[in-house]
């Protein structure tokens, strides 16, 4: 038997109902999509982890207004986004720490028409490349510029329009 899976054997039956825990990554995910509106928005089950929290520093350092209403439940609001904390050193710095950073871009690009991106940094497990990211986007529109000096990405997208991308 795999640990993935459990086998139950035996005439018993089975009933109830579990409450999923939230996922890292698709929570990454999610609350970076807060960025897309001005409107205050509610998530639920969001994983008390370190990347989540880390995430959510980032996204108060923009602006959004974060309000913790229990364990795992949180709003955000971000109606007051200040873009030029982007290219600030204490934004870099703290981008830098998690590999979730790159999950802004969207959102930030979609809605502010430009992000900057420092190369991430964040655990070392498994092949986590992020030209895949790049590319998608550049197929969607975007420009990516790299500056040596800062050690960081801008990236540019006056104008996204729709594309296939596999």
Same mark, same amino acid.
């Given at each position: 038997m795999s +640990?993935?899976? !459990?086998?139950?054997?035996? @005439?018993? &039956?089975? $009933?109830? #109902?579990?409450?999923?825990?939230? *996922?890292? @990554?698709? *929570?990454?995910? /999610?609350? $970076? *999509?807060?960025? %897309?509106?001005?409107?205050?928005? $509610?998530?639920? @089950?969001?994983? =008390?982890?370190? =990347? /989540?929290?880390?995430?959510?520093?980032?996204?108060?350092?923009?602006?959004?207004?974060?309000?913790? /209403? +229990?364990? @795992?439940?949180? $709003? !955000?609001? *971000?109606? =007051?986004?200040?873009? =030029? &904390? %982007? #290219? #600030?050193p204490e934004y870099q710095e703290n981008a830098k720490k998690i590999r979730g950073s790159v999950m802004l871009l969207g959102p930030l690009l979609a809605r502010f028409k430009k992000a900057f991106l420092p190369k991430p940094g964040g655990d070392k497990i498994g092949r986590r490349r992020l030209d895949t990211h790049f590319l998608g986007f550049e197929k969607l529109g975007a420009s990516f510029n790299y500056d040596e000096n800062e050690d960081q990405f801008y990236i540019g997208a006056e104008k996204l329009h729709g594309t296939f991308i596999l």
């Open positions: +640990n993935q899976a !459990f086998r139950v054997q035996g @005439n018993a &039956h089975l $009933s109830g #109902s579990i409450q999923p825990q939230g *996922a890292k @990554n698709e *929570a990454l995910q /999610i609350v $970076s *999509a807060v960025l %897309l509106t001005d409107k205050k928005v $509610s998530i639920r @089950n969001i994983p =008390d982890i370190l =990347d /989540i929290r880390k995430q959510i520093e980032l996204l108060k350092g923009l602006g959004v207004k974060v309000e913790k /209403i +229990n364990d @795992n439940d949180y $709003s !955000f609001q *971000a109606d =007051d986004i200040d873009t =030029d &904390h %982007l #290219s #600030s």
